[in-house]
């Protein structure tokens, strides 16, 4: 088998999403091992910097245009893809399990009869097989995997794979204009929350959970994340309760996260929520309960109150940062 | 209309989790089982569906006998009829996709409500690959849903926002949290529940593209320093932060 992989690049307002350079510099590695090939493929209207793939190592991308397609179309997108691969010769496809990809992946998946692997965290060779590794249990446990269908879907878990740092290589671009597409289901507007960083996309996450005691004082959660150039998060219990909006909730049914540092404050650490961030690279837990849960994951802690340690450490941030 | 909902049958979300002696599954002692958490939104879309159009709901599980108490919380919350697709072996997504499909499809629903994902294998495709099989339109992870003759409306979740998706019947919706409220049963639902008679039937077996190497437990992580009691750890927190993980 000729082992060629494609890449979904993912766009969004017309800039392509770091989660697929990560993708395609996965792809590229696993590609050297299994003597594979690695080509991209995007669907949108006008896409900047589309070449770039190129220094992750794409040797080409085909970029699918058409005004209507700026938004996501699931029926045209999975339509497209397939069609692509087929003309191709596709083995592999590579996503991003972001929540496009997430959608995207399975009907990707069911169209050109390819097995599936989502959300994965590692990617290994053995004899030219890949062997998947994904939490399940919402990461109390770990599976590794192994598709056995000819051809195969992998999702990759965004912000865990190291995109590293681009060659100056340039991707051969092919732009092919795509007339009537399949918007059976269509994206038809996006509301955007204004200017917050999602926790799902954020290096940096501030958490507040039901030791800030009210929905005002998490004006000092979002303070602290302000500095920190940080998403704001929440537990269950201060969503439940309407202190927070839904989307900032992490834990088991809430966001999985695995940002580079996870700030969280007066959160128990029940093991719902536990689930939702345990993987993230540093965490940083202040609770004034110093049994509380929470710090038997935490890398660094302070048993103490909220109230006076976050402003504590927005005023020492704030220093080191002038 | 027809209104079908899929719910899965899965480890309490407060379970801890131990592997099994042959390191590839789940060691179910001591673990109790609930219904998807994501499904009770599902169920609540489907009857509140009903009661604005009427028709009928059926809900679907594919899995084991213990499966049947799932199913039966749902007849509680006041589903019409269930069905149990009886199998104990394990399959893949697709495998349990290509089964709920076919009877989906030999009960001719026209609207069918998942999960967005099934908090075990944690996937999240189940109802995608259904809908594709089932050549439905699908919307996933959906906070809002509203169906005007054969209209739909719904609000996505995505990153950092609300994808405002449109399409029409037949269609596949998997919800997330704040789709709805979802009810308790009442007794009256309860004592109801018990009369219903679950149908039993088999499902095609499992064709599996997915092969379970092995299982594990993450990695402990180790507990770290607790650095204070008040403010004045503050600076070494964050010079640590600065220095030693270099995160800031
Ligand atoms: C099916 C199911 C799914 C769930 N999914 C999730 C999920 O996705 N995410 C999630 O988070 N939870 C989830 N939960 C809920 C979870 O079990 C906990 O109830 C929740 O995480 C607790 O939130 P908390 O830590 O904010 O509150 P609490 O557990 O009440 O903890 C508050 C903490 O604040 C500390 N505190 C109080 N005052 C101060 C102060 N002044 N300074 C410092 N510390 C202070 C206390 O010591 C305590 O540790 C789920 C539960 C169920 C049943």
Redesign the pocket.
């Known amino acids: 088998m000729a082992n060629k992989i494609l890449v979904f690049i993912e766009q969004r307002s017309g800039k392509i999403k770091k989660s697929s350079f990560e993708a395609v510099k996965t792809a590229s590695d696993i590609a050297q091992k299994i003597s594979g090939s690695v080509e991209a493929i995007s669907i949108g209207n006008e896409i900047e910097n589309l070449e770039k793939v190129g220094g992750f190592g794409a040797a080409k991308i085909t970029h699918f245009k058409n005004a209507d397609l700026e938004n996501y179309s699931p029926s045209a997108y999975a339509d497209i893809i397939a069609k692509y691969s087929t003309e191709n010769n596709i083995d592999l496809f590579f996503f991003a399990a972001s929540s496009m990809g997430k959608d995207l992946a399975p009907r990707v998946a069911v169209k050109t009869d390819s097995g599936l692997a989502m959300d994965c965290i590692l990617l290994n060779c053995e004899s030219n097989d890949i062997i998947a590794t994904r939490p399940i249990y919402?990461g109390k446990a770990v599976i590794e995997i192994k598709l056995t269908s000819p051809k195969k879907v992998f999702a990759l878990r965004p912000n865990v794979f190291n995109p590293g740092i681009p060659t100056d290589k340039k991707a051969e671009v092919s732009v092919v204009n795509i007339s009537s597409p399949n918007l059976s289901v269509k994206v038809v507007d996006i509301k955007k929350s204004e200017g917050k960083i999602d926790v799902a996309e954020a290096d940096i996450i501030v958490?507040?959970?039901?030791?800030?005691?009210g929905p005002e004082q998490f004006k000092l959660v979002e303070d602290l994340a302000q500095v920190l150039g940080a998403a704001s998060g929440?537990?269950?219990?201060?969503?439940?309760a309407g202190w927070r909006p839904h989307s900032e909730?992490?834990?088991?049914?809430?966001?999985t996260v695995s940002p580079n540092l996870y700030i969280?404050?007066?959160?128990?650490?029940?093991?719902?929520?536990l689930?939702?961030m345990r993987s993230s690279k540093y965490i940083v837990a202040?609770?004034?309960?110093k049994d509380?849960?929470?710090f038997q994951v935490a890398d660094y802690g302070i048993a103490?109150?909220?109230?006076?340690?976050v402003p504590a450490m927005i005023e020492e941030i704030k220093k080191i940062k002038s | 209309m027809k209104i079908a909902v899929c719910v899965s049958h899965v480890p309490?979300?407060?379970a801890k989790i131990n592997i099994g002696s042959d390191g590839k599954t789940l060691d179910p002692n001591g673990v109790t089982f609930?219904v998807n958490?994501y499904d009770e939104f599902a169920v609540e879309e489907a009857l509140k569906t009903k009661e604005k159009i009427g028709g009928e709901t059926v809900a679907i599980s594919l899995g084991g006998n213990a499966n049947k108490e799932t199913l039966r919380k749902v007849l509680a919350m006041g589903i019409d009829n269930a069905v149990l697709l009886k199998d104990d072996s394990y399959r893949d997504s697709f495998s349990v996709a290509k089964a709920l499909a076919e009877e989906i499809k030999s009960q001719n629903a026209e609207l069918v409500f998942f999960g967005k994902q099934s908090?075990d294998f944690d996937n999240s495709v189940v109802g995608q690959l259904t809908a594709e099989i089932l050549g439905y339109n699908c919307i996933s992870v959906v906070v809002s849903f509203s169906l005007e003759g054969n209209k739909i409306t719904c609000e996505r979740e995505i990153e950092g926002g609300k994808e405002i998706v449109e399409t029409t019947l037949p269609a596949l919706i998997t919800a997330q949290k704040g789709l709805n409220d979802p009810r308790y049963a009442s007794l009256k639902g309860i004592m109801a529940s018990k009369k219903k008679e679950i149908l039993e039937k088999q499902p095609a077996a499992a064709n599996n593209s997915v092969e379970i190497i092995s299982m594990k437990k993450p990695a402990p992580k180790q507990a770290g320093k607790i650095l204070g009691t008040d403010a004045t750890a503050v600076p070494e927190l964050v010079r640590l932060l600065r220095e030693e993980a270099k995160v800031i």
């Open positions: 919402a958490s507040g959970g039901r030791g800030m005691k929440a537990s269950r219990a201060v969503v439940d909730q992490v834990g088991q049914t809430g966001k969280a404050l007066g959160i128990s650490g029940a093991i719902q929520h689930a939702g202040i609770n004034k309960d509380a849960p929470i103490g109150d909220v109230f006076e340690i | 309490d979300t407060a609930i958490p908090v």
